[in-house]
Each structure stands twice: as structure tokens, then as C-alpha cells.
T-cell receptor, first 111, second 111 residues
């Protein structure tokens, strides 16, 4: 029972480097989400994909891009990492207006 | 700004006591959900209450929803040390698949 799998679990980047966070779910869910979590800020929505082929901006999309590669996979790309993007990133998935399932998070540090 | 705001930000109680936390939100919703996060882990779904429901129970959890006040409360009865975690409300906005979280309430249950 894999559920939602995020890779990598930890990453350190230098300012200006790029990277892609990967997320895959095996529950045949239509909707997928990317959040970032900073101390005292809860989860803030970066981007979401209501269904395969669609993506929409959330609260904090600047500096990020996403790709819904297929129904299973939703990737988050940082083109030019900045220290302000140091955070824990969570991917989630669900079907319709039901409960969401979360991955274990990616801890990203930008130095 | 975030859709949901929890109150209080932090709560410390003795084992066996009840814990109550509140969530206020801004827009019309389809449903409201509560999640728990243990330190450093992904979020786990606790309970979902639909916009046409006023109260829902699940084990030691009781959730209320007042759509006229745009607020919800989560009550954990007879708390245990294992209930120590952060609790988040999340709203499913009307006519959208966006799932927005508040900043959370950190609950500490003392033995």
C-alpha cells in the first residue's frame, strides 16, 4: 500500500540551482496538490491539479512550476531556487471532494 | 491570506481532559475537514463534515459546523498522550477542487 510517494525525502540546493520534486499516487485519484509548510504558517497551497491535463495556481505559486505528467504523477519544479523556498513540501491526492492522502514530505534547504 | 484560521495556536492539557479548537474560514464551502499531523510527518485525515451537516462524531472526536458564522470546532474528549499533535482544518471551496488549510493548533497532552 504505497499511497502517495514523494521523492526525494531530503535535498540541499544552492541558490540558483533547479530541481524537480516528484510525486506519485497509486489510488487512481483525480486531484493532486502541492503544499509548502513553514513554521507557524500551516500548509499553503502552491499548485493543484483537479484532473489529468489541468493545473491551477494556489496561494503561493511564484517561483514554482508544475506538470501533471499523467493521472498518477504530479511534479513540482523550482527553476531557480531561493533561500525563501526553504521549506517542507507535501504532495497530496484525492478523488472529488473527499479526504486527501498525503505523502511524507520533502525537506528542502536552499543555501 | 489563508482560507482557514485556527484558534488557539497552541493548547496544553492534562491527560483525560477535553481539547477544543476552532476554525474560521472566509468563503462558501462544500465541506470542511480536520487533519492531524504528528511531528515531522504527513497529515492524516480525521473527519469530514459537509456544509449541510451541523455536527458529526467519530470515536472521541466531535466536529461542529456553523456555516452562517463560517466556523467549525473540533472537540477531542478524554485526551491521551498519543493525541499530542498539530491539528488543521481544511476547506473545500464551492465549485472548486481547491483544498485550503489553516495554520493549525498545536496540542500537547501532559501525562
Amino acid at each position: 500500500n504505497a499511497g502517495v510517494t514523494q521523492t526525494p525525502k531530503f535535498q540541499v540546493l544552492k541558490t540558483g540551482q533547479s530541481m524537480t520534486l516528484q510525486c506519485a499516487q497509486d489510488m487512481n485519484h483525480n486531484s493532486m496538490y502541492w503544499y509548502r509548510q513553514d513554521p507557524g504558517m500551516g500548509l499553503r497551497l502552491i499548485y493543484y491539479s483537479a484532473s489529468e491535463g489541468t493545473t491551477d495556481k494556489g496561494e503561493v505559486p511564484n517561483g514554482y512550476n508544475v506538470s501533471r505528467l499523467n493521472k498518477r504523477e504530479f511534479s513540482l519544479r523550482l527553476e531557480s531556487a531561493a533561500p525563501s523556498q526553504t521549506s517542507v513540501y507535501f504532495c497530496a491526492s484525492r478523488s472529488g471532494g473527499t479526504k486527501a492522502f498525503f505523502g511524507q514530505g520533502t525537506r528542502l534547504t536552499v543555501v | 491570506s489563508q482560507q482557514g484560521e485556527e484558534d488557539p495556536q497552541a493548547l496544553s492539557i492534562q491527560e483525560g481532559e477535553n481539547a477544543t479548537m476552532n476554525c474560521s474560514y472566509k468563503t462558501s464551502i462544500n465541506n470542511l475537514q480536520w487533519y492531524r499531523q504528528n511531528s515531522g510527518r504527513g497529515l492524516v485525515h480525521l473527519i469530514l463534515i459537509r456544509s449541510n451537516e451541523r455536527e458529526k462524531h467519530s470515536g472521541r472526536l466531535r466536529v461542529t459546523l456553523d456555516t452562517s458564522k463560517k466556523s467549525s470546532s473540533l472537540l477531542i474528549t478524554a485526551s491521551r498522550a498519543a493525541d499530542t499533535a498539530s491539528y488543521f482544518c481544511a476547506t473545500d471551496e464551492m465549485n472548486d477542487y481547491k483544498l485550503s488549510f489553516g495554520a493549525g493548533t498545536t496540542v500537547t497532552v501532559r501525562a
